[in-house]
């Protein structure tokens, strides 16, 4: 049985073979430059990105479909209590124990980090890892959950709201906790 040659992937692509390949090869040869001998998944991080171009679309097309007029420009209350609850959605999403089983099967546990917070990393696997890595980043969780919150905003203002200041009441009690737990360790001496 005759073996096809294998291309060599620093070989430059000629031109007698396929736009595709072409690609191909291009693709290959970016994603080793780029990566400087680390392994940096390139492919899942284009998957993610149109994941989210996806997510984006889809709830814009929601939101044209209903038919209402987007404002002129945000309300600076909308702003603020948009980015207090990105804030404490994500890190709940990306760091709270309670919901460690929905990053378990991208993630393995290292150790605590923080009150009723955990240090994961991103499983090395595949897809995996980008996931991984999504999903225990809460810079980069927050991208979706603010396109998730002010889309809800567009959709269904008062539900979205009133979600929203729970969860900024929510990152309020954390940082008086935070502030109460101090002030006694002050306190006590210990």
Known sequence: ???????????PVSDDHPPAGRLHGLLRRTRREYAAGHDRPLGGYLAAMAGFAGYTAAWATAVRLRGRPLPDRPEPWDVALTSIATFR???????????????APFTRYVAPQGPA???????????????????????????????????????????TRTAMGALAALAAADALQLAYGRLIDKTTGD
């Not at 049985?1 to 070989?11: E, G, R, Y």
């Not at 994500?90 to 990053?103: C, E, H, I, N």
């Not at 603010?146 to 203002?157: D, R």
């Open 117 to 159: 917070e955990l240090h994961e990393e991103a499983k090395p696997e595949g897809g995996r890892h980008t996931a991984g890595e999504l999903a225990t980043c809460p810079f980069c969780m927050s991208v979706w959950v603010a396109s998730t919150l002010t889309a809800g905003q567009l959709l269904w203002p008062r539900a």
């Open 89 to 103: 959605l994500s890190r709940l999403l990306t760091k709270a124990s309670v919901t460690s089983p929905l990053r």
């Open 1 to 11: 049985m005759n073996k096809a040659p294998t291309a060599d992937p620093a070989a």
